[in-house]
Nanobody
Framework: QVQLVESGGGLAHPGGSLRLSCAAS????????MAWYRQAPGKQRELVARITSDGNTNYAGSVKGRFTISRDNAKNTVYLQMNSLKPEDTAVYFC?????????????WGQGTQVTVSS
């Protein structure tokens, strides 16, 4: 089994910054893609950013140029640096990690962390 622990959410003012972290632990042989999703009240969960095992990244258009996804393979951790935050970035943010371990491959979700952008 694999566990994901997220941290770093909270309250930020418009124009401010936050950094999210998601650390994976447990029966891990290899980690493939790592990603961040978010879900605002009354809306569907959407992909924010994704990073492959090779370090290739892609972003939702609404965050491109403001958010940066990165990973530390030695720590099995993915980060999301969020700058120039806007009120519309308010949502619960979830990490999603594609893991090979225990003889099978599966995608795991973090518990979610609240990000609120408000003046």
């Amino acid at each position: 089994q694999v566990q994901l622990v997220e941290s770093g959410g909270g309250l930020a003012h418009p124009g401010g910054s936050l950094r999210l972290s998601c650390a994976a632990s447990g029966n891990i042989f290899r980690i493939y893609a790592m990603a961040w999703y978010r879900q605002a009240p009354g809306k569907q969960r959407e992909l924010v950013a994704r990073i492959t095992s090779d370090g290739n990244t892609n972003y939702a258009g609404s965050v491109k140029g403001r958010f940066t996804i990165s990973r530390d393979n030695a720590k099995n951790t993915v980060y999301l640096q969020m700058n120039s935050l806007k009120p519309e970035d308010t949502a619960v943010y979830f990490c999603n990690i594609d893991v090979q371990g225990g003889g099978y491959r599966a995608a795991y979700w973090g518990q979610g962390t609240q990000v609120t952008v408000s003046s």
